[in-house]
């Protein structure tokens, strides 16, 4: 019997040292791991920049700024003195509301449509088209909205604005009592008086809309032209053709660029609503319209919220589209108008920024585009805030 | 009748009379169709009407004669005829009669306004109103072969009606182009967007659409589509005078103070775009990866990871003139701080380099350089962790089965499975950089004159002594000829040119990603 011990057969105990391997392997490990740690700290480091540079700019603005001259006063003329932060921000509000105008119906009608109707060959085709918009430059949106938008949309509309909702309204108006007065005609149940009433009614309302249309037509300032005859209509100050553009024309473009936000994050919010509240609601009858309206909206309405705010919060810091198509030059007198020009608080800053020599120059003008710059950067980071919460209550939910 | 032999002729009669009311009326939303399509109708009366009295009051006879007039009364009854067969007023005994009548006024219509392209000579126009009514016609006619329940009548009114509308609409839009900037035009564009919507309406019972509610989702992303095609023809429109004359000159020219320069172009503007582009390679994309790495492989779950991933988030909201104001802080203006670094980055590169890489209080290529890497950090930052999330737990845990290490697991099987998907996100961050403009601005990217820098590749020193040098890049050539335009109208088309080479480059970078990001998918899935 030759000498045994246990050890022969059964190796050593596995460690955990032995199973880390080579000391070199480990440190190296802790190397690479401190790197991508040093990496993700960048982001902190920008923020606390951003955060630090905007403050201590900002703070110098608000601690020697004669404050009279940031509220009332004429404008924002900041190379004299001037301040006016109302206009600035009066303009801001002008531009998201009018933006989210066009954005928000068009870009939920789209992703409402991509998510629920659109067949995957119609989705192939219309999804790229977003995409290719989310990536236009907003520089080409400005020279879209100056060259475009302002002259063939803003102008026509702001010159004859009222005139356009009037007729628009007596139009549908006559329409509708069109409409009931031939029901009347056509409803076997009516008696004669009833229809004779209604037509009766017709005839009234088309003479109104004669008399009124007779009426504005020589009260209207503008000209119609005459195909061919040119020297019919003076080329007077209303058409010539303003080359700066108005708050409405940029707004509108911010709008545009704002469209594939809006319809991405609403259409990931659409398609967290889960299949079976849609499958439940057609077995019991609904039509897709209906279960579309009242099932999947509601269940997807605070995501159709956060899109809203992103895209708020976007319009509002959207810079170029406004300071190329927004009419006003370095400085702007105060206007509540959509069809002057402006300066929203974004315009306002890169347009006292074109050359920065003029920046680095005396009294707070420098400074004041840091002030303007922690506002924005406060109602955005707001936004931003309040569009996480509502995304993060999509995702709780389903 | 088949019904009423079954028994029940109370229920026959009732199933009678709602197959008789279906569509017509009954629903609220029968109401508001046949009301929008009854205020069209008035609407196109009215706009006639201003034409006349505008024509009367002027002294002047329409100049393009009677017949657009004429044929415009005619499609105008044939909307009335078709909202009165709606109501029944037309009665239900002549339906088809009624179907005819509608047809063959908006046949005589149509006929009418391409007679009168004939008579005039103006055939790209006839062309126009052929081609559609012709296509309609077709699609009808096919669907009516193919499918022999489908009530061929009722497509050919809405055949009808169709080219009646496109008919006018093409008419109008050509008036409006005609008479340019005229006052009178909202008229003509009210009705020929009427006339569209009509179209739109009756292409899109075509395409089976017939919900109301389906037609406004529709037409939302329509929309957006004909947005992105009149902002396509209208930009290379205006610019297309430069680039179809003068490519190669606008290609290798430089920023001048008039139009009419021979030596304009953007080549300053593509040098400053292409190394903005290599400091967002260099800087953004090895920084993002890096971190998204971190977030999603190396991160402990603890508050400083949330504090991490808020950061990140919020960063991605920043407005990018905000970044601007940070370039400006840090580069241009500068504080003690930042001198003291400038100062200590400036004397190490001299050490090795012999010229400085950032001056103070300049605006220099690599300041605008950096801003625009920490903007798209972020982006990358977020994409990049998507992309990796996205590998599946399987083949990391087969790798530490093995034995790998985690760096070792990451670099073998997480990076290359993600790959595409970072690909995909940098691609889309480039092209953010490329054409962002605001930052450059803020940054003091120059608009106006730049002396050109020839002897680029001539040695180190003057390759690298371009990091400190002025700078400008394509979106900001774009912004300073647009502003210029209002004084100088030539710059108009220049900057028309500069904006097609920026989207044709924009584009390609974006349609790459997404069809990478396409590929991938489909191939995994």
Redesign the interface.
């Given at each position: 019997m030759t000498d045994f011990s246990l050890s022969d057969v059964v190796p050593p105990a596995l460690t955990t040292d032995a199973l880390a391997?080579p000391r070199a392997?480990?440190r190296?490990?802790a190397v690479?791991?401190g790197?991508?740690?040093a990496?993700?700290l960048?982001?902190?480091l920008?923020?606390v920049?951003?955060i630090f540079?905007?403050i201590?700019?900002a703070w110098t603005f608000i601690t020697q700024v004669d404050w009279g001259v940031t509220w009332g006063e004429v404008g924002w003329f900041p190379r004299r003195g001037l301040y006016d932060v109302p206009t600035l921000l009066v303009s801001s509000i002008i531009v998201t509301v009018v933006a989210m105008l066009v954005a928000g119906?068009?870009?939920?009608?789209?992703a409402?449509?991509?998510s629920?109707?659109a067949s995957r060959r119609t989705r192939a085709i219309?999804k790229?088209?977003?995409?290719?918009?989310a990536?236009?430059?907003?520089?080409?949106?400005?020279?879209?909205a100056?060259?475009?938008i302002s002259?063939n949309l803003v102008e026509?509309?702001g010159?004859?604005g009222w005139?356009?909702i009037g007729?628009?309204i007596?139009?549908?108006a006559?329409?509708?009592v069109?409409?009931w007065a031939?029901?009347a005609?056509?409803d076997s149940s009516a008696d004669s008086v009833t229809i004779f009433k209604r037509v009766i009614g017709l005839i009234v309302m088309i003479a109104l809309?004669?008399v009124l249309?007779?009426w504005v037509?020589s009260v209207a300032k503008?000209?119609?032209?005459?195909?061919?005859?040119i020297a019919?209509?003076p080329s007077d100050s209303?058409?010539t053709?303003k080359?700066?553009g108005q708050l409405a024309a940029a707004a509108i473009g911010v709008g545009?660029l704002t469209?594939p936000l809006v319809?991405s994050v609403a259409e990931d919010a659409l398609a967290s609503v889960p299949r079976q509240l849609r499958e439940a609601s057609a077995g019991l009858g609904a039509?897709?319209?209906t279960t579309?309206?009242q099932v999947v909206l509601p269940a997807a309405v605070s995501g159709i919220v956060a899109a809203f705010i992103?895209g708020i919060?976007r319009a509002?810091?959207?810079?170029?589209v406004v300071?190329?198509a927004g009419g006003a030059a370095d400085a702007a007198r105060f206007t509540s108008s959509p069809f002057d020009g402006g300066l929203t608080m974004?315009a306002g800053?890169?347009s006292l920024?074109?050359?920065?020599d003029s920046?680095?120059g005396e009294g707070l003008t420098?400074q004041s585009?840091?002030f303007v710059?922690l506002l924005?950067?406060l109602l955005?980071?707001v936004?931003?805030?309040l569009a996480?919460r509502f995304v993060a209550r999509v995702r709780e939910r389903y | 009748m088949a019904l009423s032999t079954l028994g029940g002729g109370d229920i026959s009669a009732r199933v009678e009379q709602t197959i008789q009311r279906r569509g017509s009326?009954g629903t609220p939303l029968a109401?508001l169709w046949?009301?929008?399509?009854?205020?069209?109708?008035?609407?196109a009366i009215?706009a006639m009407?201003?034409?006349w009295?505008?024509?009367a009051?002027?002294a002047?006879a329409?100049?393009?004669g009677w017949l657009p007039p004429f044929a415009l009364v005619l499609i105008v009854i044939a909307g009335l005829a078709l909202v009165?067969k709606q109501?029944?007023?037309l009665g239900q005994g002549r339906r088809i009669s009624s179907d005819l009548f509608v047809y063959g006024v908006g046949i005589i219509s149509s006929g009418a306004l391409i007679l009168r392209q004939v008579a005039k000579g103006d055939l790209n126009n006839m062309v126009y109103v052929l081609v559609l009514p012709l296509v309609f016609l077709l699609v009808a006619l096919v669907r009516s072969l193919r499918n022999p329940i489908s009530k061929p009548m009722l497509e050919l009114e809405q055949v009808a009606l169709g080219i009646a509308s496109i008919g006018t609409a093409l008419i109008i839009v050509k008036?409006l182009i005609?008479?340019e900037?005229?006052?009178?035009?909202?008229?003509w564009?009210?009705l020929a967007g009427l006339a569209v919507i009509i179209a739109a309406l009756v292409a899109c019972q075509y395409l089976g659409?017939l919900?109301m509610?389906?037609v406004?989702?529709?037409?939302?992303?329509a929309?957006?589509?004909i947005?992105?095609i009149?902002?396509l023809v209208?930009?290379i429109g205006?610019g297309w005078p430069v680039l179809s004359e003068r490519l190669g000159d606008f290609w290798s020219g430089t920023l001048r103070s008039r139009s009419t320069d021979d030596r304009l172009g953007i080549s300053q503007g593509i040098i400053g775009s292409f190394w903005i582009a290599v400091f967002v390679v260099v800087i953004a994309f090895?920084?993002?990866i890096?971190?998204a790495?971190?977030?999603e492989?190396?991160?402990p779950r603890n508050w400083f990871t949330n504090?991490?991933d808020i950061?990140?988030?919020?960063?991605a909201?920043?407005?990018?003139?905000?970044?601007?104001?940070?370039g400006?802080?840090?580069f241009?203006?500068g504080?003690a701080i930042t001198h003291w670094f400038i100062d200590r980055i400036n004397s190490f590169w001299m050490s090795t380099f012999d010229s400085s890489l950032i001056e103070k209080?300049q605006?220099t290529l690599f300041a605008g350089g950096v801003t625009l890497a920490?903007l798209v950090?972020?982006i990358v930052?977020i994409t990049a962790a998507e992309a990796v999330r996205a590998v599946p737990q399987s083949l990391r845990e087969g790798a530490f089965g093995v034995?790998a290490?985690?760096?070792e697991v990451i670099r073998s099987q997480v990076l290359p499975f993600a790959a595409p998907g970072i690909l995909t996100g940098t691609l889309?961050a480039l092209?953010?950089a490329?054409?962002?403009?605001?930052p450059l601005?803020?940054?003091?990217a120059i608009?106006?004159r730049l002396a050109p820098r020839d002897s680029m590749f001539s040695g180190m020193e003057d390759f690298l002594g371009q990091f400190a040098d002025r700078f400008t890049a394509m979106?900001i050539v774009?912004?300073g000829w647009?502003?210029n335009?209002?004084i100088d109208e030539g710059f108009?088309p220049a900057?028309?040119a500069a904006?097609v080479v920026?989207?044709v480059f924009?584009?390609m970078?974006?349609?790459v990603a997404?069809l990478l990001r396409n590929y991938f998918e489909k191939k995994r899935a």
């Amino acid at each position: 019997m030759t000498d045994f011990s246990l050890s022969d057969v059964v190796p050593p105990a596995l460690t955990t040292d032995a199973l880390a391997g080579p000391r070199a392997r480990l440190r190296k490990e802790a190397v690479i791991r401190g790197v991508f740690f040093a990496a993700a700290l960048v982001s902190v480091l920008i923020s606390v920049l951003i955060i630090f540079s905007l403050i201590k700019e900002a703070w110098t603005f608000i601690t020697q700024v004669d404050w009279g001259v940031t509220w009332g006063e004429v404008g924002w003329f900041p190379r004299r003195g001037l301040y006016d932060v109302p206009t600035l921000l009066v303009s801001s509000i002008i531009v998201t509301v009018v933006a989210m105008l066009v954005a928000g119906p068009l870009g939920l009608g789209a992703a409402v449509y991509l998510s629920e109707y659109a067949s995957r060959r119609t989705r192939a085709i219309l999804k790229p088209v977003l995409e290719v918009l989310a990536g236009v430059p907003s520089v080409v949106l400005g020279f879209f909205a100056l060259f475009f938008i302002s002259p063939n949309l803003v102008e026509k509309i702001g010159r004859n604005g009222w005139l356009i909702i009037g007729y628009t309204i007596t139009a549908f108006a006559v329409a509708g009592v069109a409409v009931w007065a031939l029901r009347a005609w056509r409803d076997s149940s009516a008696d004669s008086v009833t229809i004779f009433k209604r037509v009766i009614g017709l005839i009234v309302m088309i003479a109104l809309v004669l008399v009124l249309f007779l009426w504005v037509n020589s009260v209207a300032k503008d000209c119609t032209p005459v195909p061919g005859d040119i020297a019919a209509c003076p080329s007077d100050s209303a058409f010539t053709v303003k080359r700066s553009g108005q708050l409405a024309a940029a707004a509108i473009g911010v709008g545009i660029l704002t469209i594939p936000l809006v319809a991405s994050v609403a259409e990931d919010a659409l398609a967290s609503v889960p299949r079976q509240l849609r499958e439940a609601s057609a077995g019991l009858g609904a039509r897709k319209a209906t279960t579309t309206r009242q099932v999947v909206l509601p269940a997807a309405v605070s995501g159709i919220v956060a899109a809203f705010i992103i895209g708020i919060s976007r319009a509002l810091g959207e810079t170029m589209v406004v300071f190329m198509a927004g009419g006003a030059a370095d400085a702007a007198r105060f206007t509540s108008s959509p069809f002057d020009g402006g300066l929203t608080m974004t315009a306002g800053m890169a347009s006292l920024a074109t050359g920065t020599d003029s920046v680095v120059g005396e009294g707070l003008t420098f400074q004041s585009l840091y002030f303007v710059g922690l506002l924005l950067f406060l109602l955005t980071l707001v936004l931003n805030v309040l569009a996480g919460r509502f995304v993060a209550r999509v995702r709780e939910r389903y | 009748m088949a019904l009423s032999t079954l028994g029940g002729g109370d229920i026959s009669a009732r199933v009678e009379q709602t197959i008789q009311r279906r569509g017509s009326d009954g629903t609220p939303l029968a109401t508001l169709w046949t009301t929008l399509a009854a205020g069209g109708a008035v609407l196109a009366i009215i706009a006639m009407f201003a034409t006349w009295y505008a024509a009367a009051r002027t002294a002047n006879a329409l100049a393009s004669g009677w017949l657009p007039p004429f044929a415009l009364v005619l499609i105008v009854i044939a909307g009335l005829a078709l909202v009165a067969k709606q109501l029944g007023v037309l009665g239900q005994g002549r339906r088809i009669s009624s179907d005819l009548f509608v047809y063959g006024v908006g046949i005589i219509s149509s006929g009418a306004l391409i007679l009168r392209q004939v008579a005039k000579g103006d055939l790209n126009n006839m062309v126009y109103v052929l081609v559609l009514p012709l296509v309609f016609l077709l699609v009808a006619l096919v669907r009516s072969l193919r499918n022999p329940i489908s009530k061929p009548m009722l497509e050919l009114e809405q055949v009808a009606l169709g080219i009646a509308s496109i008919g006018t609409a093409l008419i109008i839009v050509k008036r409006l182009i005609d008479s340019e900037h005229a006052a009178g035009g909202w008229v003509w564009g009210l009705l020929a967007g009427l006339a569209v919507i009509i179209a739109a309406l009756v292409a899109c019972q075509y395409l089976g659409i017939l919900s109301m509610f389906q037609v406004m989702l529709f037409g939302a992303l329509a929309l957006s589509t004909i947005i992105l095609i009149v902002l396509l023809v209208q930009v290379i429109g205006d610019g297309w005078p430069v680039l179809s004359e003068r490519l190669g000159d606008f290609w290798s020219g430089t920023l001048r103070s008039r139009s009419t320069d021979d030596r304009l172009g953007i080549s300053q503007g593509i040098i400053g775009s292409f190394w903005i582009a290599v400091f967002v390679v260099v800087i953004a994309f090895p920084i993002g990866i890096a971190a998204a790495v971190y977030l999603e492989e190396y991160a402990p779950r603890n508050w400083f990871t949330n504090v991490l991933d808020i950061v990140v988030r919020n960063l991605a909201g920043v407005p990018s003139v905000v970044y601007g104001l940070l370039g400006l802080f840090l580069f241009v203006k500068g504080t003690a701080i930042t001198h003291w670094f400038i100062d200590r980055i400036n004397s190490f590169w001299m050490s090795t380099f012999d010229s400085s890489l950032i001056e103070k209080g300049q605006s220099t290529l690599f300041a605008g350089g950096v801003t625009l890497a920490i903007l798209v950090l972020p982006i990358v930052i977020i994409t990049a962790a998507e992309a990796v999330r996205a590998v599946p737990q399987s083949l990391r845990e087969g790798a530490f089965g093995v034995g790998a290490t985690k760096w070792e697991v990451i670099r073998s099987q997480v990076l290359p499975f993600a790959a595409p998907g970072i690909l995909t996100g940098t691609l889309l961050a480039l092209s953010r950089a490329v054409g962002e403009a605001a930052p450059l601005i803020l940054v003091g990217a120059i608009t106006g004159r730049l002396a050109p820098r020839d002897s680029m590749f001539s040695g180190m020193e003057d390759f690298l002594g371009q990091f400190a040098d002025r700078f400008t890049a394509m979106p900001i050539v774009i912004v300073g000829w647009v502003r210029n335009a209002g004084i100088d109208e030539g710059f108009g088309p220049a900057a028309g040119a500069a904006i097609v080479v920026l989207l044709v480059f924009v584009i390609m970078m974006n349609s790459v990603a997404v069809l990478l990001r396409n590929y991938f998918e489909k191939k995994r899935a």
